[in-house]
């Protein structure tokens, strides 16, 4: 149960590595989505919050962090047209898609270089959450199903 929660507030992992992991440690699919879904949320108001203050900090340190900083920038900037075409409903399609390059971590990386407010994105990026989950879910359960 904690190997799960810890995998899902990971970037990278999050639920969609968390929910198998749970599964196969013996939770229920429903305690595995929980613990996933809770996991993989807490991380984002910190994120959204500190991460322009974090990554201030972290380019002071050396040139290879400050690269690795214009990285993240750019990721977060390439989805900018996904948000400013359609805002609440584009962060909440980067977060649903359970695939690498998507999920809370980006989701909520993109909400605060947009300068999006906590109140506006959490609920976008929790329901894009949702839906991954569901997605990982329904995969887990059919590859379960056909062993």
Do not use: C
């Not at 590595?17 to 599964?23: K, N, Y």
């Not at 984002?44 to 920038?73: A, Q, Y």
């Not at 390059?101 to 894009?128: C, N």
Request: no cysteine; net charge positive.
């Amino acid at each position: 149960m904690i190997m799960t929660f810890l995998l899902s507030m990971l970037p990278v992992i999050e639920l969609r590595g968390a929910i198998p992991v749970g599964i196969s440690e013996g939770l229920s699919f429903s305690q595995a989505f929980i613990i996933s879904i809770i996991g993989n949320l807490l991380p984002v108001p910190i994120i959204i919050i500190f991460i322009r203050k974090i990554f201030n900090w972290i380019r002071t340190k050396s040139d290879w962090l400050n690269d690795f900083v214009i990285k993240m920038e750019k990721k977060a900037e390439s989805k900018r047209k996904i948000i400013d075409k359609s805002e609440w409903w584009g962060l909440v399609l980067i977060v649903a898609i359970p695939l690498p390059g998507t999920g809370a971590w980006t989701g909520s990386l993109v909400a605060a270089m947009l300068d999006m407010r906590l109140q506006r994105a959490f609920p976008a990026i929790a329901l894009g959450v949702l839906i991954a989950g569901v997605i990982v879910m329904s995969i887990t359960y059919g590859a379960y199903a056909m062993v």
